[in-house]
């Protein structure tokens, strides 16, 4: 019973010290390419707005598959490179669904959006990825982790871990030392009364 308790124990930190860690390097790579870190042609992508809501909710984890922006059809929700006059969207990565298809490319709009988007066309060459599904697991540590009380949340969850592994081995090793130190003392204590008692005798 106790092997197995702390089997278990151990597990619960081998799983948030891999979620941290998944979290941290998917986070840095991606933001450091501004692409998808694919993995076996699956990405994890965070989305920040709220612009494909119902199905895609604002500051939520979603997995999406590599796409070449080929052989798509209306109704696909992709991720692609938006090319917009505006500099602080040009460049970054947007996942809308495909509205229309003409000559020039794909026409996406935001399910949240009562039109179009206004950058025109999406090219091929310009899609990345295309929508999966959408990971509740991973956007409910996503939500805890992007938060300073979530941080500070997720550290006490860590030391307490920690603690609930070792130290109840720590309070057995005290406890074994003691012993061992009382013992020690014990029979310290046997041998200098044997001692005193033979000179005691010796002096009779």
């Known amino acids: 019973m106790k092997i197995a308790k702390k089997i278990l124990k151990i597990a619960v930190l081998a799983i948030i010290l891999f979620l941290v860690a998944t979290y941290v390097v998917v986070s840095v790579l991606n933001k450091k390419s501004n692409r998808p870190t694919f993995v076996f042609g ?21 997995l999406v598959k590599k796409s070449d922006g080929k052989n798509l059809k209306v109704g696909d929700v992709i991720v692609f490179v938006c090319k917009d006059s505006d500099p602080q969207i040009n460049g970054r990565l ?7 298809i003409d000559e020039n490319g794909y026409i996406t709009k935001g399910d949240a959006s009562g039109m ?13 990825a295309t929508y999966s599904r959408s990971l509740p697991f991973m956007t409910f ?20 871990s920690c603690a609930l592994i070792y130290f109840p ?34 002096d009779k």
């Not at 540590?141 to 307490?160: N, P, T, W």
């Not at 061992?180 to 005691?200: D, H, M, P, S």
């Open 141 to 160: 540590f996503g939500r805890i982790f992007s938060s300073e009380a979530g941080l500070i949340l997720i550290f006490v969850i860590f030391i307490g």
């Open 42 to 62: 699956k990405a994890l992508l965070w989305v920040e707005t709220g612009s494909m809501e119902p199905q895609i909710e604002a500051k939520s984890y979603i």
């Open 116 to 128: 179009t988007d206004r950058w025109g066309a999406v090219c091929e060459e310009d899609v990345v």
């Open 94 to 100: 947007i996942t809308h669904r495909i509205h229309a």
């Open 169 to 202: 081995d720590m309070i057995n090793a005290l406890r074994d030392e003691e012993k061992i130190k009382t013992e020690k003392e014990k029979e310290i204590e046997k041998r200098i009364e044997e001692e005193v008692k033979k000179l005691q005798e010796g």
